[in-house]
């Protein structure tokens, strides 16, 4: 959505406060109001981000194995070689990822799918990255995959579909369980409910 035109702003301000209120989470007034402090702390603020946000869209690529942002490719996660590789975490973005990493709770390998099965939204299995989860799971190396979507309905419903392109492989098949609220996002919660779910996994 296009922010409405601030009064006596230039273009170049303009242009700034369109860019801002394109980032989810801003909308038209957050985006002016996140403007106008950039500007006001240009040397504190404004230029540090301008430098950080070349630098990442320069260097920061997708990792061709898992799906997760990193400098390199394939990603630190999946280059470190004291990783269990019978293990194999499904989760939908990246965020979710840096979640467990904080918790300390999964010491295996990651998928990231991209986001869940969504009909509202029109988001199909050939639209995330289900044909790679299953080339991995084929490889012979995993011999347990966990299903770690939240626990709302379009997450459920993708962890339904996965388990079944998963099982007639041979692979057991957990997903998170005791700890994680229905509804809840595995991003926003603490690292005690992200452990205590992990240790609780049962299978589907």
């Known amino acids: 959505m296009r922010s409405p035109k601030t009064p006596t702003a230039s273009p170049e301000i303009e242009a700034l406060i369109d860019a801002l209120g394109k980032v989810p989470g801003l909308g038209p007034r957050s985006a002016r109001r996140a403007a106008l402090q950039l500007l006001k702390k240009r040397d504190l603020l404004m230029l540090p981000l301008a430098a950080a946000l070349t630098e990442a869209a ?3 690529q997708t990792c061709g194995e898992c799906g997760a942002l990193d400098t390199q490719n394939p990603c630190a996660i999946c280059a470190a070689p004291g990783r269990d590789d019978a293990l194999l975490c499904v989760v939908a973005e990246v965020g979710d990822v840096w979640a467990l990493e904080r918790a300390g709770a999964f010491k295996g390998r990651y998928h ?13 299995p050939e639209d995330l990255r289900i044909p790679k989860l299953i080339e991995r799971a084929n490889r012979g190396l995993v011999k347990e995959i966990i299903i770690a979507l939240s626990a709302t309905v379009d997450g459920q419903t993708t962890a339904h ?5 998963l099982q007639p492989l041979g692979v057991s098949v957990t997903r998170l369980a005791h700890g994680v609220p229905v509804g809840g996002e595995l991003e926003l919660m603490d690292d005690g409910t992200l452990f205590a779910a992990f240790s609780s996994r049962r299978p589907l």
């Open 112 to 124: 990231v799918l991209g986001g869940v099965l969504s009909a509202l939204d029109g988001v199909r």
């Open 58 to 60: 320069q260097k920061v």
């Open 161 to 165: 579909y996965l388990t079944e392109r």
